[in-house]
């Protein structure tokens, strides 16, 4: 028959002594003062009882759930979507779970989120899109002791690692395309242009850029949506509303229209209905052209021009360098650490499809640029 094991309570009679006395000389812990008598006497006790002071279960850190945090601002855009695709596969690979933020661009939410990751303790964050300007300090600050990421626009000034997308580049890709085209007097849609989303406007002045060289700048219609808008909570087909509205008032508004564009594909789309609705020909009658080549851009009912920019790849490359943070392949170079920023940036492609042509002349007859 197998020997009981000696446990604590038992040192603890036989020294009369109480079980935490015991517990306290045997882990040396003297935060109450013993006397040297009552010292020798539990670890005499001990020894000859043979009682083995058990192994404490130390919580390594390399326990915890392999986390990475997503900040995302909007799940109802395809965009984001295809970002989160990109993340995920790679997370997934390197054996990490994602915990996605998503802050609706409401600034009590994305604060909330941003005080969760004391208690989550990630082992990586990646924000979608630039953080809120109240927050950068914050977020910069958090980036000292865990790896952030952040897909952003390439003018915003964060001292973070960052996949970076020049949404000026963007806008002047859409606008050259539409002017060596021949089109002159264009309709520009987009979400409201707050300075919370400077990365829309960005993308705005680039287009105007083109047109101002091309000395067609007022010919340049610009129709945002309310700054109310980013103010509620959006509705999964928020921006789809926003290309079909606003489509319907720049359509009652200016006849003489030759191409309407979307600053993102979700708003193409309802440009492209609204145009629909109204008895227009896509091309023949308005050309439409958007932005992201989403999944939708490419079917052949849509088949709408558009901008890659990689989304998926991005998404791929903010995770890689969480990874890189997280395990540093560097050695110390003279004795000491290396730091490193990482800023990552695709050249867009201009895709065309069939939403856009040569503009119609008034007479009926497609008029191309002889340029």
Same mark, same amino acid.
């Given at each position: 028959?197998?020997?009981?094991?000696?446990?604590?309570?038992?040192?603890?009679?036989?020294?009369?002594?109480?079980?935490?006395?015991?517990?306290?000389? !045997?882990?040396?812990?003297?935060?109450?003062?013993?006397?040297?008598?009552?010292?020798?006497?539990?670890?005499?006790?001990?020894?000859?009882?043979?009682?083995? *002071?058990? &192994?404490?279960?130390?919580? &390594?850190?390399?326990?915890?759930?392999?986390?990475?945090?997503? @900040?995302?601002?909007?799940?109802?855009?395809?965009?984001?979507?295809?970002? $989160?695709?990109?993340?995920?596969?790679?997370?997934?690979?390197?054996?990490?779970?994602? @915990? =996605?933020?998503?802050?609706?661009?409401?600034?009590?939410?994305?604060?909330?989120?941003?005080?969760?990751?004391?208690?989550?303790?990630?082992?990586? #964050?990646?924000?979608?899109?630039?953080?809120?300007?109240?927050?950068?300090?914050?977020?910069?600050?958090?980036?000292?002791?865990?790896?952030?990421?952040?897909?952003?626009?390439?003018?915003?000034?964060?001292?973070?690692?960052?996949?970076? !997308?020049?949404?000026?580049?963007?806008?002047? #890709?859409?606008?050259?395309? !539409?002017?060596?085209?021949?089109?002159?007097? =264009?309709?520009? *849609?987009?979400?409201?242009?707050? =300075?919370?989303?400077?990365?829309?406007? &960005?993308?705005?002045?680039?287009?105007?850029?083109?047109?101002?060289?091309?000395?067609?700048?007022?010919?340049?219609? #610009?129709?945002?949506?309310?700054?109310?808008?980013?103010?509620?909570?959006?509705?999964?087909?928020?921006?789809?509303?926003?290309?079909?509205?606003?489509? %319907?008032? !720049?359509?009652?508004?200016?006849?003489?229209?030759?191409?309407?564009?979307? $600053?993102?594909?979700? *708003?193409?789309?309802?440009?492209?209905?609204?145009?629909?609705?109204? %008895?227009?020909?896509?091309?023949?009658?308005?050309?439409?052209?958007?932005?992201?080549?989403? $999944? @939708?851009?490419?079917?052949?009912?849509?088949? $709408?021009?558009?901008?890659?920019?990689?989304?998926? @790849?991005?998404?791929?490359?903010?995770?890689?360098?969480?990874?890189?943070?997280?395990?540093?392949?560097?050695? &110390?170079?003279?004795?000491?650490?290396?730091?490193?920023?990482?800023? =990552?940036?695709?050249?867009?492609?201009?895709?065309?499809?069939?939403?856009?042509?040569?503009?119609?002349?008034?007479?009926?007859?497609?008029?191309?640029?002889?340029?």
């Amino acid at each position: 028959m197998s020997r009981k094991k000696v446990t604590s309570s038992d040192v603890a009679r036989a020294a009369g002594v109480s079980q935490s006395t015991v517990s306290m000389v !045997l882990n040396k812990k003297y935060n109450v003062s013993f006397s040297k008598e009552v010292i020798e006497k539990v670890e005499r006790t001990a020894e000859e009882l043979g009682y083995v *002071i058990p &192994k404490r279960k130390v919580r &390594k850190d390399g326990n915890r759930e392999k986390l990475i945090v997503v @900040f995302c601002p909007n799940l109802t855009n395809p965009y984001y979507v295809m970002l $989160l695709q990109g993340i995920e596969s790679r997370s997934m690979e390197q054996g990490y779970a994602l @915990f =996605v933020c998503n802050t609706q661009r409401n600034l009590a939410l994305e604060e909330r989120y941003l005080k969760m990751m004391h208690t989550l303790r990630p082992h990586g #964050i990646i924000y979608t899109c630039n953080p809120s300007h109240c927050f950068m300090e914050e977020v910069e600050n958090l980036a000292e002791r865990i790896p952030i990421t952040v897909i952003n626009n390439q003018n915003e000034k964060l001292n973070v690692d960052a996949v970076e !997308l020049d949404n000026s580049k963007l806008g002047r #890709i859409m606008a050259r395309h !539409l002017l060596e085209l021949g089109h002159k007097r =264009v309709g520009y *849609i987009a979400p409201p242009l707050t =300075v919370r989303q400077k990365q829309r406007s &960005k993308r705005v002045e680039g287009f105007l850029k083109e047109f101002d060289k091309a000395g067609l700048k007022d010919e340049v219609v #610009i129709k945002a949506a309310g700054e109310e808008l980013d103010q509620n909570m959006p509705d999964i087909d928020s921006e789809y509303k926003i290309g079909y509205d606003l489509t %319907k008032e !720049l359509l009652a508004e200016h006849r003489d229209l030759t191409a309407i564009v979307g $600053l993102n594909d979700m *708003i193409a789309f309802g440009i492209m209905d609204a145009l629909h609705d109204e %008895k227009y020909k896509v091309p023949g009658d308005m050309s439409v052209m958007g932005c992201d080549n989403t $999944l @939708f851009a490419q079917m052949r009912e849509v088949s $709408l021009t558009t901008i890659e920019h990689f989304v998926v @790849f991005k998404g791929r490359d903010a995770c890689d360098i969480i990874m890189k943070k997280i395990k540093p392949s560097h050695t &110390k170079y003279g004795g000491i650490e290396p730091i490193s920023i990482y800023h =990552v940036e695709y050249e867009p492609q201009l895709i065309v499809r069939g939403s856009t042509s040569y503009p119609k002349r008034a007479g009926g007859r497609i008029e191309r640029n002889k340029n």
